[in-house]
């Protein structure tokens, strides 16, 4: 029984990890999402850029509506062979005393950038980062560039595009001559976010209204999430093993505690029920509690044989020789089996020339070659009148039944034994 509640217990916490694994997995693909939006964040401040910087004529202004969005005017200028005009979101965080932002962290952005003007709706998408591999102080072009272009006709809030489009631009390591090693895509120590015109922007003017530039991704990478379910399957499954091992651990030793005490009575017992005056052997009188301490043990996962023996053809042994050698054969048979019992071996004189020996320890193939090793001991004892004497076993085990059940069973496979040429032992 405790070992199906062990079990019912185990497939209870398979079920809860099973269950606690779905709902974190839909969890993680239905929310645990992180976004940012330098707009609404006071970690950024704002500024135009315009190739001005650079000897062009271009010229932007920046101005805040009531709705809390931004709008870029541009006068775009072809003084300048690559005319730009954009806003930077520059990272100045309040709280934190760090200066660049983890970008990477994110899978996606998501604008919601209205185009009005004389060119294309398209804008370009800047992310400087900061390494002190390339970056130089007082150069803002030394930080890498990280860019895309989009049509802000097609990619709003519901279209989001993935930060994996990012490239960074030939003109970047050419001018710097950068080796292979710094052209890969780096934004995970971010400086600034910029938005503004195209490469190939047209004169005149162009109108950017800003209202959400979004990042959006998750609080931690699918793969470490895995890892950390994976890790609270392996330390659940890791306790419970500790916690059944002390548990089983507990129970062997309350087992054995109990085993030890039934044993203990079942010995007081064996003193204290009735004896058959011929034989010496116990008798059938007053055996219910010794039974019910047998039943015990048998439930407490012990071994328990039941054999009922019977000497073949007595009748005629006492018609041929008489009562009184009769007599004499029932007690040196007696005798035999206590010579060949241990302890843990019951033995009752049940009636007349049948027997039952009920053992605690063995198993029931254990206990029938025990009984056939007996059998052949019998042909080596000198009996009264050099009678020939044999005898006929029925076995079986004590199952979760009245002791007395097993007995009728064992009764039966000694008839078997007898039917079918007697001198043998039936076990079933």
């Known amino acids: 029984m405790k070992s199906e509640n062990q079990l019912k217990n185990l497939s209870i916490l398979l079920i809860a990890l099973t269950l606690m694994t779905l709902v974190a997995s839909g969890y993680y693909h239905l929310g645990f999402n992180r976004t940012l939006d330098p707009l609404k964040s006071d970690d950024f401040s704002l500024r135009v850029n315009t190739d001005q910087d650079h000897g062009g ?153 800003i209202h959400s530039i979004e990042f959006r991704g998750k609080w931690l990478p699918l793969a470490e999430y895995q890892r950390i379910i994976i890790a609270v399957w392996i330390l659940t499954l890791f306790g419970y093993l500790i916690f059944y091992l002390i548990a089983t651990q507990k129970m062997l030793r309350v087992e054995k505690a109990k085993i030890n005490q039934l044993q203990s009575h079942l010995t007081t017992l064996q003193k204290e029920v009735s004896l058959d005056p011929l034989t010496g052997l116990r008798n059938r009188r007053g055996l219910d509690e010794l039974f019910e301490a047998v039943g015990m043990l048998a439930k407490h996962n012990q071994h328990v044989s039941i054999a009922v023996l019977d000497i073949d053809h007595f009748k005629k042994i006492n018609d041929t020789y008489g009562h009184s050698v009769g007599d004499d054969v029932l007690r040196q048979f007696s005798q035999t089996l206590i010579n060949s019992t241990g302890d843990k071996d019951i033995l009752i004189r049940w009636g007349g020339e049948e027997f039952v020996v009920i053992n605690v320890g063995r198993t029931l193939p254990e206990n029938e070659s025990f009984f056939n090793s007996i059998l052949t001991n019998l042909k080596l004892v000198a009996w009264p009148r050099g009678i020939n004497l044999t005898a006929s076993v029925g076995i079986t085990a004590l199952g979760d039944e009245p002791i007395e059940v097993a007995i009728e069973r064992a009764d039966k496979q000694l008839y078997i034994a007898k039917a079918t040429g007697r001198d043998k032992v039936v076990a079933h």
């Open 57 to 209: 004529l271009t010229r932007g202004t920046l101005t805040k509506l009531d709705s809390g969005a931004l709008l870029l005017n541009c006068d775009i200028s072809l003084s300048y062979k690559h005319p730009f005009c954009e806003i930077s979101f520059d990272y100045h965080p309040v709280e934190s005393e760090g200066t660049h932002l983890d970008l990477s962290v994110y899978n996606e952005v998501a604008f919601d950038v209205r185009y009005s003007g004389d060119s294309l709706p398209r804008a370009r998408f800047i992310i400087r980062n900061f390494d002190n591999q390339y970056s130089k102080e007082g150069d803002l072009q030394s930080d890498k560039f990280n860019i895309f272009e989009f049509d802000t006709s097609v990619h709003g809030v519901t279209s989001p595009l993935s930060l994996d489009y990012l490239y960074v631009p030939k003109w970047w390591f050419d001018y710097y001559n950068h080796p292979v090693t710094h052209t890969a895509v780096d934004i995970s120590d971010s400086v600034s976010i910029e938005i503004g015109t195209e490469e190939l922007v047209s004169e005149g003017t162009s109108t950017f209204e």
